[in-house]
């Protein structure tokens, strides 16, 4: 994976990108366009928000299982299907 001061100097030419770290070791993305704005985490290029101008904010799920996780003391992944 790329220094975030290396893909700072990439993305610093856009005038609708900038990098921020909200927690050590946990770097973002953030997207402040006219049409929109987003979020997206560094670790696993989750989408954390997004939200198109005066709307509400927005996540796209697929319309499969869309959130596998363990449950504490479980080897097994349990399937869940989230709403919005």
Known sequence: ??????????????????IAEPASGWPIVQVAH???TA???????????????????VIYTSPGPD???HLPGESSPLLARISL
């Open 39 to 57: 979020t997206l985490a560094l670790h696993g290029a989750h989408l954390m928000s997004w939200q198109l101008t005066d709307a509400k904010t």
């Open 67 to 69: 959130l596998v996780t």
């Open 1 to 18: 994976m790329q220094s975030l001061d290396s893909l700072r100097r990439i993305i610093s030419p856009s005038p609708y990108l900038a």
């Open 34 to 36: 006219p049409a929109a």
